[in-house]
């Protein structure tokens, strides 16, 4: 059973740091691109970042120079470092990975942004 479990949500401040991670299952991981997605209330689940196995990185505009997402293979572990948070960045966080038509989604993990 594959499984996608993501951590390091929370509350933080307008200007603030965080950085979410997302621990898959060893099969999917190196084979597998990786990368965040989030969903704010009423709104559509959109991409934040996307990471191929190679490395190959791919933001949304609305984060390119604030967030940084990176794989450590040996962890089997994907990250979403976020710097210069925004409120407009609130939202549930999910990490998704995918191969051809099989993909798997996380539980999500709630960021709110708010002074």
């Known amino acids: 059973q594959v499984q996608l479990v993501e951590s390091g949500g929370g509350l933080v401040q307008p200007g603030g740091p965080l950085r979410l991670s997302c621990a898959a299952s060893g099969s999917i991981f190196s084979i597998y691109a990786m990368g965040w997605y989030r969903q704010a209330p009423g709104q559509q689940r959109e991409l934040v970042a996307s990471?191929?196995?190679?490395?190959?990185?791919n933001y949304a505009d609305s984060v390119k120079g604030r967030f940084t997402i990176s794989r450590d293979s040996a962890k089997n572990t994907m990250y979403l470092q976020m710097n210069s948070l925004k409120p407009e960045d609130t939202a549930v966080y999910y990490c998704?990975?995918?191969?051809?038509?099989?993909?798997?989604w996380g539980q999500g993990t709630q960021v709110t942004v708010s002074p």
């Open positions: 990471i191929t196995n190679g490395g190959a990185t």
């Open positions: 998704r990975g995918w191969l051809s038509s099989v993909q798997y």
